[in-house]
């Protein structure tokens, strides 16, 4: 298996890093605007702990959305029932960003993995506390599950989020008004801001994602992260909400619990199989990696590898 995975690993890379067809980057954030969409980079670290990288994995980039998968383990490990009692857990059919759903439904979001969702959870982790207590612990957890202490929150993207973040701002101050968030609206947003602006690599997504594959244990360490319970239902929304309204299209094409980012980054999990991390920074209409969800195809249907495979 490993030979086949180094071959198809390299093909991958090979093919997107020719692509002509790239996607278009994230430029209405300044900083990100500023990010070449040459870039490709992929790495699968299997079960067994084996790694396979192509391209640029140890580059790092800005992984934002799937930032959000990791607050959502923070919060979740301090209260799961504050958690949903903020925010459901359904399919949002709708833009990451969108105002609209949010004033029709009450100011309660659909999912945590939508902006207003994720604000939402992220004000749960700060506590109404300085922004640096939230996004300290969420960079606690991401050190400890990728084994680096080195992996840093990138202050000018996080300017840069702040200076242009109207829409988010809109959203967060829309759910104060409905209850939904508690703490001061600028300590929560300074610490979500942060959160998306944390720098990672190919390599270090993959290995903070581990725990997933593994059934909410951390292989490196033998810690559980999650519970198992906690873990499959944390897979199943990245499933259905992780690449917002072309969630059924992903999960359609590529069969894998993922969670995409506008920096183009995606961490994808095949259960029992492998954690993994691709990053290329042009991006589909809907926001998500177009590359990166090309190249999840591609290794998906040459491994066999999708949780609607009774194999896998």
Not at 33 to 61: C, L, N, Q, Y
Not at 99 to 127: K, M, S, Y
Request: negative net charge; aromatic residues 6%.
């Amino acid at each position: 298996m490993m030979a086949d995975l180094h071959r198809l690993v390299a093909e991958i890379t090979a093919e997107m890093s020719a692509a002509a067809v790239r996607g278009r980057v994230a430029d209405y954030i300044p900083e990100l605007a500023k990010v070449s969409p040459d870039h490709f980079g992929m790495v699968v670290i299997t079960a067994d702990g084996r790694e396979v990288a192509g391209g640029d994995a140890d580059m790092d980039f800005s992984i934002q959305s799937i930032s959000k998968l990791f607050s959502l383990v923070e919060a979740l490990s301090r209260d799961a029932d504050a958690v949903w009692a903020r925010v459901g857990r359904e399919p949002s059919g709708s833009a990451f960003n969108s105002i609209v759903q949010l004033e029709a439904e009450g100011g309660r979001p659909r999912n945590p993995f939508i902006n207003a969702g994720a604000i939402a959870v992220t004000d749960l982790v700060a506590a109404g506390e300085d922004s640096r207590a939230g996004i300290g612990a969420i960079l606690r957890l991401v050190r400890d599950l990728a084994g680096d202490d080195s992996i840093a929150s990138d202050g000018a993207v996080a300017y840069s989020e702040a200076a242009t973040g109207h829409r988010n701002a809109a959203l967060a101050h829309f759910m104060k008004a409905h209850g939904t968030i508690d703490g001061p609206v600028d300590t929560t947003l300074s610490t979500y801001f942060h959160q998306c602006a944390i720098a990672m690599s190919c390599r270090q997504l993959a290995r903070a994602g581990r725990f997933l594959m593994n059934g909410g244990i951390d292989p490196a360490t033998g810690h559980c992260i999650v519970s198992p319970e906690r873990a499959r239902r944390i897979a199943a929304l990245m499933l259905s909400c992780g690449h917002y309204d072309a969630s059924g299209e992903f999960a359609f094409q590529v069969g894998l619990p993922a969670k995409s980012g506008v920096g183009g980054g995606i961490l994808a999990i095949a259960p029992g199989r492998a954690s993994i991390a691709v990053w290329s920074p042009g991006l589909s209409p809907q926001g998500n990696s177009l590359l990166g969800t090309a190249a999840l195809e591609r290794l998906a249907h040459g491994m066999g590898w999708s949780v609607f495979n009774p194999d896998c």
